[in-house]
């Protein structure tokens, strides 16, 4: 909004050429909703805590969890979503169409992820949401804003590989392929939603476990928003061109501060947790940035953890439906660490600094093509 406010005046009025610059606006996102989280959490976690707003503990859970999390206040993610919302209202161009469909399947995912929260704290069950209706809400809210952007000519079928120049057009996969070809990749991109949003929510069992992979990976994918969305980089880098991409830098920034404003409060010992409704909103608004930026495939190495994570679920469901034996203490894999006794503090930030490093991974793939 600032953009489109004061940009107009800046013939008159140098200082207000500076809202031109994606790096000016980026900054003041990052503030913005780090500043409005800090000063609204400390309220909302009360006012959670009033009503008896408290996560539902997994009775087969490790028991310090029991112990120690009981009582705990969740849905942080309601005030999350909206210092991401106000801040990238405020400081993206409001005209791009890609800050429009990563708000859409942000809030989409989040309301999703609130209602399964809902259930949870008013039923005091750990049950929820049935998951078809979230598989069916992910879809929902995936198909609409992506098949808009396919059916309009806004976004290409282009599936860009890391370490190759050119990307795999699903729109031309053969001479004389049906331009209805490439509806597959619409079909690609629903599963890189749903499976990206439950990733980060099996992700999110210790206190700022999630957040801090999801801060890297949303300032990782700032950067490839940059290099997508300006013609010099994406050029000289070979990457795929999205016009309009390095607006979704500012969004993502937003993301960065809003999640240190929570973390504020999610740090071990956790005030509040950010449950459903910021786990999946958080984990699809990264799918719809790695789809949008024509990085999907980077998501696996720059989600690493959400990957891993995911793998430690399916494996120990697997082994155990066909041979009877876990292969982990417990799922996911960050209790099967507190079961080996490591303390939660130490898996937490061993888990960032595994994220940092891939993320540093992931950037340098971009020159090597």
């Known amino acids: 909004m600032f953009y489109h406010l004061f940009v107009p005046l800046a013939d008159d009025h140098i200082f207000f050429n500076v809202f031109r610059y994606t790096t000016f606006r980026t900054a003041w996102a990052l503030m913005t909703a780090l500043g409005f989280c ?3 959490f400390p309220s909302f976690i009360q006012w959670m805590n009033n009503r008896k707003m408290e996560q539902i503990i997994r009775t087969d859970g490790p028991q310090e969890h029991i112990e120690n999390k009981l009582g705990t206040p969740t849905m942080g993610g309601v005030p999350m979503l909206a210092g991401i919302t106000l801040s990238a209202l405020l400081w993206c161009r409001l005209d791009q169409w890609s800050v429009w469909v990563c708000l859409i399947v942000l809030l989409g995912y989040g309301l999703i992820g609130f209602v399964d929260d809902w259930k949870k704290v008013m039923e005091k069950s750990t049950d929820g949401l049935a998951g078809r209706w979230k598989i069916v809400g992910q879809l929902i809210f995936g198909v609409l804003p992506f098949a808009w952007a396919y059916q309009t000519g806004r976004m290409n079928a282009v599936f860009q590989l890391p370490f190759f120049k050119a990307g795999v057009d699903f729109g031309n996969l053969w001479e004389g ?5 490439g509806w597959l990749y619409l079909a690609l991109v629903l599963f890189i939603l749903v499976g990206a949003s439950n990733a980060v929510n099996l992700t999110d069992g210790l206190d700022g476990l999630a957040i801090g992979p999801v801060m890297t990976s949303a300032g990782t994918y700032g950067i490839l928003a940059y290099v997508a969305g300006n013609t010099n980089f994406s050029t000289y880098l070979a990457v795929e061109y999205v016009a309009g991409a390095s607006e979704l ?12 404003g929570f973390l504020w409060y999610n740090s071990y010992p956790a005030q509040i947790f950010m449950g459903d409704v910021g ?13 949008v930026t024509k990085h999907e495939v980077l998501l696996a190495l720059v989600g690493g953890i959400f990957v891993l994570e995911t793998v ?4 120990q469901v697997v082994s155990f439906k066909t041979t009877g034996k876990r292969v982990f203490a417990m799922a996911p894999i960050h209790h099967h660490y507190e079961k080996r006794g490591w303390s939660e503090p ?7 600094i595994i994220s940092i490093l891939l993320a540093l991974v992931a950037l340098t793939t971009l020159k090597l093509r």
């Open 38 to 40: 800090y000063l609204v």
């Open 177 to 181: 392929a049906p331009p209805s070809l």
């Open 249 to 260: 830098t500012v969004l993502c920034m937003a993301v960065v501060g809003a999640g240190l």
């Open 279 to 291: 786990s999946l909103a958080l984990g699809g608004l990264l799918a719809a940035l790695a789809v």
């Open 312 to 315: 430690s679920v399916i494996v």
């Open 346 to 352: 130490k898996i937490i930030v061993r888990f960032w």
